[in-house]
């Protein structure tokens, strides 16, 4: 078995200790990538908690005044400013000192009562969308029970779809961040030391060493994934336990397929890793290569926003992202239990992928003995 | 050359008592001494003496731990700012920005020294002839040679008409050739009365300097002119020529002698330093015994230092005798015919041929861009040839397979080891690498850590041991799996003589058994411990003989017993004169 | 500094960072990047035959927020959502007409089942399913009172076109790897090479030395922005509300902390490896996760929401959507500049004094 050849073995030594050896470097590897998992996670918010809102109520009545008390004593509502023009709403909007404004009618209460329809006006902050549609939810909300609670008892919408929300049922943001958090944060390590291994070996000599040696180009290839491998592969686990004790995250799938998939996956970012440090002559450009990589495929992972969104073409170059599949597999394996089919389905690209990069690494290796 | 009224003037250079800790090892020990102007002072000592300390510490870029520094009369502490105004330094690895051009470098370091506009060109004028990298202005520094790099470096820290230049190793890689001229350059400063310091390892530039600081374990060993040292030496040298033994082994054995000090092989003969208190009794008698004429030499200040340190390591390779003797295998391990390399436009070798045969030391000598590092890399399979063929052992080393790449050994210039792997680990490492079973490692790591005693190191990083013990650690490296070849490209450079001494002893021992090398390197002492010496120049071969024999072929009316640089520099300008010169 | 420039130009890779990617990154957030969700993959399980569930159904697929899949069996759309192809399904029951007809009965109408693995997209889907619902109950039955309802106006942004505010974000984003991390990793790479030690040795100061490093970057730095403006402003069609003149001068002052924080790490690390890692941990990705760029720094928890104002990003965050899409709001601005120079001063401060310990170590 060549794997196990003194080569192999004093190679696979070699690149774990460039990498273990420094205890620093060792707590550089670990710690800021947990760090910023609890930050990150507890950053990535999509809920609204402290939201301050405007009020210009025009109207006097008695329905106008409950309904903004209603919104005052709202959990997602930090406070309220009571204003009396509009020029106050823009001037309170413009300097973000307020995410939204209420404007009530002074028809508002006699409509109401009336049984005309009530139309209240709400302006939203244009530069944050997101948080508004989220805020218009809310409100929206707050006025349908408003709505229901007099006497003739009309169902709302909201009872009258009856909403089941599977896998996650209170829509808890940090179940779908953190998992999301952790794969991408393995991602950018993993990457970063693969993309650094050959160039580092080549812009301090070293490498004519190696190519000099009796390793082959496979050999190397195969020794300068070991450590990314390991720990990506720690990492991965630290970051998904991390997420199901630290964070609570229900992880209902299997560990095995999980971690297969893992494996998988940190195979063809090393691949891609490798890939781009053959063709490197210098450290800088391995990095500055890394960031031109891993920017645009994290964006498109379906992390910030669902793949099914991109255009055509670009879900189309989305086809070659790991990330993608990765996403897919990790969420999926801690809310759905993902049956095995479908890990496999994104297991294969994971597989070609890597058979792909690493293929093309060690002929871009080969190559260098020009 | 001195200005007349030195007497009066202040030193160009106060060290008083001045010590330097780092952490807990000391780098310097209460070192005391005077530079003068219009002297040029060098700085010689074994690795790790604490000469780049030295000299860190007068261009004030550290502080003393203790004592005091007063340059141009400007204590190094309170007023670091006018001692950068009235000094030039050049560090070992001097920072010129590679990607920028010649004339974009000297422009970035008159800015820096606030050079005057209207005084620029002039300046720059007087530089550029001064160094003769005129016709290169727009190159890149990076592409230039290491000889022009260093005369660009100079021109740098030269800008703004220093009073005192600190040069630390100016000469490291550096070609005979350029190496002159960067003396001449530097002893036209001091004439006009410019302090000028120069550290160095190459101990035949020490000779030259009119006072040398010598530095061993942060302390000053001696301090005053280098022929009063040598004097010390006088009747002590001799040659021994004529005898039919093996030289090498010859050496070895006088080595061995209890009266003798140092020796080393110059081309046929052998050139050997008594110690102190011995007579020539011994040495007659063991040249007797071995057919040898014996003559008188003048000392010089190389064996004056090797004596002043104590000697060298003896004659005898305990790593080689260990070695098995190399079977004969082929007749010609490594050749190459019509080797071609083609760069673009420029052609870096061109038809280059030769032959090695086995158990010889073969030297590839030349200039810097002379084409030695292409064929060399070529050899080792590390470039494709454009045209021609490169073989090791019978095959091109391009497509060898691993059990073909056993049999070379291989050390780079920069003993290419690996940092952040301990010194341990890099044995394992190399020894894993080259295929050795385990228990093999253990008996051989075992064996090199004993013979190069390294085991006080063993858990240290390569980057913190002095060069002379990396140098070791790598040689350790490169023959644990005891090849059959070995690679060595300028395998000693910057290395201090003792370290030297012990490293050619080695390879002495190892060709003694069989083992073929292939050595480049700039030191011409070192080109005549090689059997035959490929002289390149401009992509081709254009001497290739004897070391002797070379020498022989420079012989003219006015140096009628060249030594091997002046042959090297009397070959190189013949060759280049019915051309242009380069 | 000229030499900087040179360096610049002759290095592809610098270039590439300095316009190839600034130019990626804007394409993705205007492109790929689209938080506007519309067509999402649900089905509709029609599991009545009445006419007026089919004509519920006919409204879901009929909307341009749901690409509808219909089948008639809710076996067929479970797997789908558990395999991520669906993001929910809509269950129109088969007594579904009986419960119209019933006031009593209306209590759960249709069933709404999403995907909660993805919130997002799971509440978007809940909240259209009821409006289409909604709007279909007016149509159908006219006897229904009008329920009080919320007109929006989206002011600065009336179409809520997220590349709107996506791309100032993703503008910071771009400046702070052009300020952060090509800084660490230049200065870093001088360190290692040795040249600074020579740089060192001539008269000119230390700060003086790393300024004429920082201008070049500073310039490539405004450059870019300048370039990454038009290109919003005529490709991705974001409108410039504020003027230039303020847009350059809070660029400027981005520029401080950013080139500062790069300069820190450089110093700190000395190597380029550890400096790309922490340029990325402590630059590129609080730029993106904690400066209000994509998630809403109110709503984040306290310690978090204290450490963020350590972010420089997080100041031009606010102060670019501003600019873009409001104008001149001098009172936001300005605070905002204040910041952005007070974390410059300390990054320069803490810089500095890490410097004079360099060479000695």
Redesign the interface.
């Known amino acids: 078995m060549t794997w196990f050849s003194p080569a192999m073995r004093a190679l696979i030594i070699k690149e774990l200790l460039s990498v273990l050896r420094d205890p620093k470097s060792r707590i550089l590897l670990i710690v800021p990538p947990l760090a910023q998992l609890i930050v990150f996670s507890f950053a990535a918010t999509l809920e609204l908690t402290r939201a301050d809102i405007a009020v210009y109520n025009q109207d006097n009545g008695a329905w106008s005044r409950l309904c903004v008390e209603r919104v005052a004593h709202a959990s997602f509502v930090h406070q309220m400013y009571p204003v009396y023009s509009e020029t106050a709403i823009r001037q309170l909007i413009a300097t973000k000192q307020v995410m939204a404004a209420i404007v009530i009618p002074n028809t508002a209460s006699s409509d109401e009562a009336a049984g005309r329809s009530v139309q209240l006006q709400i302006i939203l902050d244009g530069r944050r969308a997101n948080s508004d549609q989220i805020l218009l939810g809310y409100l929206t909300e707050i006025l349908a029970r408003l709505n229901a609670e007099p006497v003739n008892a009309s169902p709302t919408i909201s009872d009258l779809a009856v909403t089941r929300h599977w896998f996650n049922p209170n829509l808890i943001y940090q179940w779908f961040v953190v998992p999301g958090v952790g794969g991408i944060l393995v991602t950018f390590i993993t990457l970063l030391l693969t993309a650094l291994s050959i160039a580092r070996e080549r812009e301090l000599g070293t490498f004519d060493q190696l190519l000099v040696s009796p390793c082959t180009p496979g050999e190397m290839i195969v020794a300068k994934m070991v450590p990314a491998l390991l720990i990506g592969m720690v990492l991965g686990i630290l970051m998904t336990g991390a997420a199901a004790f630290l964070f609570q995250v229900p992880f209902v799938g299997s560990y095995v397929g999980l971690l297969l998939s893992m494996l998988l996956y940190i195979l063809s970012v090393n691949g891609i890793g490798l890939m781009l440090s053959a063709l490197c002559n210098t450290q800088q450009q391995a990095i500055l290569g890394t960031f031109t990589l891993v920017v645009p495929s994290v964006l498109m992972s379906g992390f910030a926003t669902p793949v099914e969104n991109m255009p055509a073409f670009l879900q189309w170059v989305d086809q070659a992202n790991p990330l993608k599949y990765y996403l897919i597999i990790l969420q999926g394996s801690f809310l759905k239990n993902l049956p095995a089919a479908v890990v496999w389905a994104n297991d294969w690209p994971l597989l070609v992928i890597a058979v792909v990069t690493l293929t093309t690494a060690t002929v871009f290796v080969r190559g260098r003995l020009q | 050359m001195n200005p007349g009224n030195q007497t009066e003037q202040p030193p160009a250079i106060a060290i008083n008592a001045v010590s330097k800790h780092f952490g807990a090892t000391v780098a310097l020990q209460a070192v005391s001494a005077q530079v003068k102007y219009g002297y040029l002072t060098g700085i010689v000592g074994p690795d790790g003496a604490g000469k780049t300390t030295l000299l860190r510490l007068l261009a004030a870029l550290l502080a003393p731990s203790n004592g005091q520094i007063l340059v141009a009369g400007h204590d190094s502490v309170t007023e670091p700012e006018q001692i950068h105004a009235v000094t030039g330094y050049m560090p070992q690895r001097f920072g010129l920005y590679e990607d920028l051009s010649v004339l974009e470098n000297l422009n970035l370091y008159a800015r820096l020294r606030a050079v005057p506009a209207e005084e620029q060109a002039a300046l720059f004028d007087r530089l550029l002839a001064f160094t003769s990298l005129g016709p290169f202005t727009d190159r890149l520094a990076g592409r230039l040679s290491g000889g022009m790099k260093q005369k660009l470096g100079l021109a740098c820290a030269l800008m703004g008409k220093p009073k005192v230049l600190l040069l630390d190793e100016p000469s490291v890689g550096v070609d005979p050739v350029s190496r002159q001229e960067l003396w001449r350059m530097v002893q036209a400063l001091t004439t006009e009365g410019m302090a000028v310091i120069w550290s160095t390892a190459y101990l035949d530039e020490a000779e030259r300097c009119e006072s040398v600081i010598l530095l061993n374990h942060g302390q000053i060993a001696y301090d005053g002119a280098p022929s009063i040292l040598t004097q010390r030496l006088q009747g002590r040298c001799f040659r021994l020529s004529g005898f039919m033994t093996d030289r090498r082994q010859l050496l070895m054995q006088a080595l061995d002698l209890s009266s003798v000090c140092d020796g080393a092989i110059q081309g046929d003969s052998l050139r050997v330093v008594l110690r102190a208190d011995h007579d020539l009794a011994e040495l007659r008698q063991f040249s007797q015994d071995n057919a040898a004429q014996i003559e008188s030499l003048a000392p010089r200040f190389e064996d004056a230092f090797i004596d002043l340190l104590g000697g060298g390591s003896g004659g005898r390779s305990a790593l080689a005798e260990r070695f098995e003797p190399i079977q004969n295998s082929t007749r010609s391990p490594v050749e190459c015919h019509d080797l071609t390399c083609q760069f673009g436009d420029f052609v870096a070798t061109d038809h280059v041929t030769f032959h090695i045969r086995q158990g010889e030391i073969f030297g590839l000598l030349g200039p810097n861009g002379a084409g030695k590092s292409t064929t060399f890399r070529m050899l080792c399979g590390l470039l494709k040839p454009t045209s021609g063929e490169a073989r090791v052992m019978d095959i091109d080393l391009r497509h060898a397979g691993s059990a073909a790449k056993r049999q070379i050994g291989y050390m780079a210039q920069k003993f290419s080891l690996y940092g952040l792997l301990s010194v341990k680990q890099n044995l394992q490492f190399f020894a894993g690498a080259y295929g050795l079973d385990t228990a093999l490692q253990h008996t051989r790591i075992d064996e090199m850590v004993e013979l190069f005693q390294l085991a006080s190191y063993l858990s240290a990083e390569p980057e913190s041991l002095p060069l002379g013990t990396r140098q070791r650690l790598a040689l350790a490296c490169a023959l644990m799996h005891r090849p059959a070849i070995l690679f060595l490209d300028e395998p000693t450079s910057g290395v201090d003589p003792l370290t030297r001494r012990e490293f050619w002893t080695h390879i002495n021992g190892l060709v003694r058994k069989g083992v073929t090398i292939l050595v480049t390197t700039h030191f011409m002492e070192e080109a005549e411990y090689c059997d035959r010496v490929a002289l390149m120049l401009q992509g081709k071969v254009i001497a290739l003989d004897t070391p002797d024999a070379l020498k022989r072929s420079a012989v003219t009316a006015e140096v009628p017993d060249p030594t091997m640089e002046q042959a090297f520099i009397h070959l190189i300008q013949t060759a280049q004169s019915p051309q242009q010169p380069v | 500094?000229?030499?900087e420039t040179?360096?610049i130009l002759?290095?592809p890779?610098?270039l590439?960072?300095a316009a190839?990617?600034p130019i990626?990154?804007l394409f993705?957030?205007a492109?790929?990047?689209?938080?506007?969700?519309?067509?999402?993959?649900i089905g509709v399980v029609l599991e009545s035959n009445d006419a007026s569930a089919q004509s519920l159904a006919a409204a879901f697929s009929g909307t341009r927020y749901f690409l509808v899949t219909p089948v008639r069996d809710r076996r067929e759309v479970v797997?789908k959502?558990?395999?991520?192809t669906l993001?929910g399904f809509?269950v129109i029951p088969p007594d579904f007409d009986q419960r119209l007809a019933s006031p009593r009965l209306?209590?759960?109408?249709?069933?709404?089942?999403?995907?909660?693995?993805?919130?997002?997209?799971?509440?978007f889907v809940?909240?259209y399913?009821?409006n289409v619902?909604?709007g279909w109950?007016v149509s159908y039955q006219t006897q229904?009172?009008?329920?009080?309802?919320?007109?929006?106006?989206?002011?600065?942004?009336?179409d809520?076109?997220?590349r709107?505010?996506l791309v100032p974000g993703a503008l910071a984003v771009v400046m702070t790897?052009i300020g952060t991390?090509l800084t660490a990793?230049v200065v870093a790479?001088e360190w290692e090479?040795?040249?600074?030690?020579?740089?060192?040795?001539?008269?000119?100061?230390v700060m003086e030395?790393l300024l004429g490093k920082l201008l070049p970057y500073f310039v490539l730095g405004l450059l870019a922005m300048m370039i990454a403006t038009l290109l919003s402003i005529t490709v991705f069609e974001v409108p410039l509300r504020g003027s230039w003149w303020a847009l350059l001068l809070t660029t400027s002052l981005f520029l401080i902390p950013a080139l500062g924080q790069g300069l820190l790490i450089s110093v700190l690390s000395k190597n380029?490896?550890?400096a790309?890692?922490f340029a990325?941990?402590t630059g590129?990705?609080p730029a993106f996760?904690?400066s209000g760029f994509?998630?809403?720094i109110?709503?984040?928890?306290w310690p978090?929401r204290m450490?963020?104002h350590l972010v420089p990003a997080r100041y031009f965050v606010?102060s670019l959507?501003?600019l873009f899409?409001?104008?001149d709001?001098w009172?936001?601005l300005l605070p905002n500049m204040l910041g952005m120079l007070g974390l410059g001063a300390v990054f320069f401060f803490i810089a500095r004094r890490k410097l004079h310990k360099s060479?000695?170590?």
Do not use: C
């Not at chain 3, 492109?31 to 067509?39: E, F, G, N, T």
């Not at chain 3, 959502?81 to 991520?84: C, N, P, Q, R, Y």
């Not at chain 3, 229904?144 to 009336?158: L, S």
């Open positions: 500094m000229r030499k040179l360096q002759r290095d890779s610098t590439l960072i190839v990617l990626i990154i993705l957030f492109y790929a990047v689209s938080l506007d969700i519309r067509q999402v993959r797997p959502l558990i395999a991520g993001r809509v209306r209590g759960g109408l249709i069933q709404v089942i999403t995907d909660g693995s993805q919130p997002n997209t799971a509440n809940a909240v399913a009821q619902l909604a109950l229904a009172t009008p329920a009080p309802v919320w007109v929006p106006r989206f002011w600065f942004n009336q809520i076109d997220s709107h505010f790897i991390l990793l790479r090479r040795g040249t600074m030690e020579a740089l060192m040795s001539t008269s000119v100061s030395i380029q490896f550890i790309s890692q990325l941990i590129y990705l996760m904690l994509l998630f809403e109110d709503s984040m928890p978090v450490f963020t606010s959507q501003t899409l409001v104008g709001v009172p936001l060479l000695e170590a």
